[in-house]
């Protein structure tokens, strides 16, 4: 049932209050009509206390008056329409499509707020995701229903990265398998950029994009991956597919949260965030998860910048608690020109041995992905001893690890914007750098692996 209330009092930036309002529930979709114009403007209710409602405008607040404005409530919270028709479809930060063809036919509308699984429900993450990138796939390995943030920084690629993940990713075992892809607060050509790289390459036909570009409104920022995580979960628990959700850039999404927080004259937590970040945050990350009973999965690739490059900034920190690992992108890597510059020895991921072993990726891969980690994490360590002493000082097998450590940046680390290996050739890969190192040195890798694996 529809109320419509003349009383708005007071508005102040995206927030409005209504007064005098009866029986209005919390997330509850608001229509403004301004005097003078045709459009209604769309909002939703943020606090409703008796009496009292704090309304947050979706549309720019410019031109808004308080006087001969009305509020009409609508009764039902926000919902996206989703069918199977939305693959290969590009919507904007609202579920509106932004590609030129008609409006989808819903099967059914769904609340974007979602709800949070039964733990008792979740089945555990354990079968394997291939990215096509070698130190995702061996060192940091995906696994269905994981989520992986990954940390970059300002002005390092990590749109590139996502879209390649998104291009490259699949499962090996024949599952239906799908991407949804939301941008947040991204400029009007990072947007361009996504959506041709998905049109040219193909991988639009498998995938579901949200695209909210810098000008929208800061509010339509926070609904944007909720509308992704609606549309990736009825594709995973209605229709039986693998989702790898893909979210860029969720440090954007975060000052859209602070911006909102210091509109409602909120007291600020830590660097001017609302208190309730790592809440609202584990709202999205939660989201991620496979359920008993159902054979599709949703897994989840948050990226976010680091403001200043800082890992303990409160973004990074929370999201870090949240999430099972991170996949860390390096300044100086990117300073020499090695693409993607994946930081190996700070990234992790925590389900890793859960996606590897013979029935999955291949016998060896845990012993390669061990030797290859502690080789490098020592070839570095002589590198800075031999700043300090002089290459002279170092011995045979110290000269070994160096230059282990500069072939693994050059050969293992880079890799082609296009190249997508497959995780037996970054095992083959790996074998083959190994061969630097003196054999007495290989210490993680059993024995009757070398001699299959290490061809000379």
């Given at each position: ?188 050509e990072e947007a361009q950029f996504f959506q041709s790289e998905f049109e040219k390459t193909g991988a639009i036909e498998k995938a579901v994009l949200f695209v909210n570009t810098a000008d929208d409104p800061v ?238």
């Amino acid at each position: 049932m529809q109320k419509e209330y003349k009383t708005i009092t007071s508005i102040a930036g995206p927030l409005m209050v209504v007064e005098g309002v009866e029986g209005i529930k919390y997330e509850e979709l608001v229509e403004i009509q301004i005097p003078g114009e045709e459009n209604v403007r769309l909002g939703k209710v943020l606090e409703a206390s008796e009496g009292r409602a704090l309304v947050q405008l979706f549309e720019s607040p410019q031109g808004t008056v308080t006087e001969g404005s009305k509020a009409r409530f609508l009764g039902k919270t926000m919902k996206l329409g989703v069918s199977s028709d939305m693959l290969g479809r590009v919507f904007n930060g609202a579920g509106k499509p932004i590609d030129g063809q008609p409006e989808i036919i819903p099967e059914k509308e769904l609340d974007i707020s979602g709800s949070a699984i039964n733990p008792f429900s979740r089945d555990y993450p354990n079968d394997f995701i291939q990215t096509g990138i070698s130190t995702i796939d061996c060192l940091n390995t995906l696994v269905r229903g994981q989520k992986l943030p990954v940390f970059s920084g300002a002005g390092l690629p990590h749109n590139r990265i996502a879209a390649m993940i998104a291009r490259q990713a699949k499962v090996n075992d024949g599952s239906d398998f799908a991407v949804v892809f939301a941008a947040m607060g991204v400029t009007f050509e990072e947007a361009q950029f996504f959506q041709s790289e998905f049109e040219k390459t193909g991988a639009i036909e498998k995938a579901v994009l949200f695209v909210n570009t810098a000008d929208d409104p800061v509010v339509e920022r926070i609904a944007t991956p909720r509308f992704a995580l609606t549309a990736a979960e009825y594709l995973a628990y209605e229709k039986g597919m693998h989702v790898l959700v893909i979210l860029t850039d969720l440090t954007n999404y975060a000052e859209a949260l602070r911006e909102v927080s210091a509109a409602r004259k909120e007291v600020p937590g830590r660097r001017g965030y609302p208190g309730y970040l790592y809440t609202d945050l584990a709202t999205l990350y939660e989201r991620a998860g496979r359920i008993k009973g159902r054979t599709g999965s949703v897994t989840q690739i948050p990226i976010l910048t680091m403001p200043e490059d800082d890992i303990t900034h409160p973004i990074p920190d929370l999201t870090g608690y949240i999430t099972e690992g991170q996949f860390v992108l390096s300044r100086e890597l990117h300073r020499k020109g090695i693409f993607p510059p994946a930081d190996v020895l700070p990234s992790l991921s925590r389900l890793k041995d859960k996606g590897i072993g013979p029935d999955k990726t291949r016998e060896d891969h845990a012993g390669v992905m061990n030797q290859l980690y502690a080789s490098y994490a020592r070839g570095k360590d002589v590198r800075e001893l031999a700043v300090i002493l002089g290459e002279a000082a170092l011995d045979e097998v110290d000269r070994a690890y160096m230059k282990f450590a500069t072939e693994f940046e050059d050969k293992y680390i880079r890799q082609g914007e296009y190249e997508d290996r497959d995780i037996k050739k970054s095992l083959d890969l790996g074998w083959e750098l190994l061969k630097i190192l003196p054999k007495s040195e290989l210490k993680r890798v059993k024995e009757e692996h070398i001699e299959k694996y290490m061809k000379d």
